[in-house]
């Protein structure tokens, strides 16, 4: 009973499905052969690529199949004995039956037992309806495992195109995996912005973008929203305007760009110009030990030892910086961001083509003129994406700024004071028992397509420069 759990287990399945792919693979190989010898053909393609024309056709529609099933097949059981469950229980409400239904689940696995007779006969039901549809499954995928079989047979011949046919599959391929990646990013933009458009339908779009008040637990400002300022709901009302928030975010991520971009510059030269060898594999690794650590590690370390330095530090110097200053976040957000610029950098740097440097060579300059007027300016272009790849990473960052920074929203570029970050307010504001349609709640998708907007436009400035120095070396 074990082995058959398994064979109809997705595991067994596609170990199954796998096995006859490569068994397909060398028998097409095998039948090619005997055929172009018997025919005294030469073939059109190399015979690993009948090999990979018969394995493409039995593996993958099966696997797309075996996929499909899986990820849909529970959700339509549940649909099913969820109509089953308000029928029997037709005065309950829509939360119990969720209820209800997650209770059958676990007296169907044995998790949980039940005294009542129409439960454990729902169970049972249900037991039997995830049998059934594992076993339809499995038969259906072996029917597709046929065909892909019995298709690839019938079409393997010494004058088959295969290569051809290959390649067009890969590029057909690589052609939905773009698709998917910028359907992707739609969506993710569409559900952000249909969000924002509900929040900018109940508070004034002008006092959000151009507001210098962020309070979302306060009572709205005139002028906002009178549907929610009569509203006597707790966290339906609030003043979002961004610009304390927004400012907050950029200070933060100016620190971090501070302390990141010349440490790492500098040690992406040193790397690349200077250092032997024998340091660079020591230095480099070293470097990159800092990407490894989970960012919730450099939240604790801004939070317990760098807030509490600093704020030391300015009292030896008469300085009054808070205890949840902007000063502590970013700099520690950018020493986490180091190795990104250093190892982005370090390989854009060597990969400047050596013959620009024996020209400056050549010339009469000397290292460091070649590295500033010759290496950095070939290497523009890369640096740019290295830095901006830091910026979206200091910019989108969460844990740090959550445990290091405040939650009040001031209008202040001072680092030693405590700000608020976009990324802190959208934990805040989806956290917990809030409404979900509430106002406050929506804010956040506000503050979100903000964010990305600003992203974007960064992307879109860096792009243009990048492009207009790198005509120069082209």
């Known amino acids: 009973m074990t082995f058959i759990n398994f064979f109809l287990s997705f595991y067994g399945i596609i170990t199954i499905i796998l096995l006859l792919s490569i068994l397909g693979y060398y028998y097409s190989i095998k039948i090619v052969r005997n055929q172009s010898l018997k025919q005294d053909l030469l073939p059109h393609s190399l015979l690993s690529y009948y090999g990979f024309y018969s394995f493409i056709w039995i ?47 676990n007296i169907s696995s044995g998790l949980l037992d039940s005294n009542d007779e129409i439960m454990i006969g729902l169970a049972d039901r249900y037991l039997a309806t995830k049998s059934l549809s594992l076993k339809l499954r499995f038969l259906f995928i072996l029917i597709f495992v046929l065909i892909g079989i019995i298709y690839s047979y019938f079409r393997l011949s010494p004058l088959l195109k295969a290569r051809i046919h290959i390649e067009n599959t890969l590029r057909k391929t690589f052609f939905v995996a773009a698709l998917v990646a ?28 151009f507001g210098t008040h962020w309070s979302p637990m306060v009572a709205l400002r005139e002028g906002a929203s009178e549907k929610f300022a009569d509203e006597d709901v707790a966290g339906s009302t609030g003043s979002f305007g961004m610009i304390p928030v927004i400012l907050g975010t950029l200070l933060v991520a ?112 000397t290292k460091g003129e070649t590295i500033t007027q010759v290496v950095l300016p070939a290497a523009f272009p890369g640096l740019v994406g290295a830095f901006l790849l830091a910026v979206s990473r200091a910019i989108g960052e969460t844990m740090i700024v959550v445990m290091a920074v405040g939650v009040a929203a001031k209008l202040t570029i001072n680092p030693l004071d405590s700000v608020t970050t976009v990324t802190v307010q959208i934990v805040m504001l989806l956290t917990g028992d809030n409404e979900f349609d509430s106002v406050k709640t929506m804010s956040a998708f506000a503050l979100g397509i903000t964010l990305f907007v600003i992203t974007l436009i960064l992307n879109v400035g860096a792009l243009s420069v990048s492009r207009k120095v790198g005509e120069r070396y082209e």
């Not at 899986?70 to 409400?93: A, E, G, H, M, R």
């Not at 300085?319 to 020493?335: F, H, K, P, R």
């Open 182 to 209: 910028i359907l992707t990013t739609i969506g993710i933009i569409s559900a952000l912005l249909f969000q924002a458009v509900i929040f900018f339908s109940e508070y004034p779009m002008q006092d959000f973008f």
């Open 254 to 365: 100016f620190l971090a760009m501070c302390v990141a971009i010349p440490i790492g510059l500098f040690s992406a030269i040193y790397m690349a110009e200077f250092a032997s060898d024998k340091i660079r594999n020591i230095i480099k690794p070293t470097l990159e030990v800092l990407a490894g650590i989970p960012t919730v590690v450099y939240g604790f370390f801004a939070a317990l030892t760098a807030a509490p330095f600093f704020k030391n530090l300015g009292l030896f110097v008469g300085l009054d910086i808070s205890s949840q200053s902007a000063l502590a976040a970013g700099v520690v957000m950018g020493i986490m961001i180091i190795p990104f610029i250093s190892s982005l950098s370090d390989d854009v740097i060597r990969s400047v083509p050596q013959s620009l440097r024996d020209g400056a060579y050549g010339l009469g300059s």
């Open 59 to 105: 593996f993958f529609p099966s696997a797309i199949l075996l996929i499909l099933w899986s990820l849909f097949s529970n959700q339509f059981i549940d649909n099913q004995f969820f109509s089953i469950l308000v029928n029997t229980y037709p005065k309950l409400p829509e939360s119990f039956i969720y209820l209800k239904l997650a209770q059958i689940q």
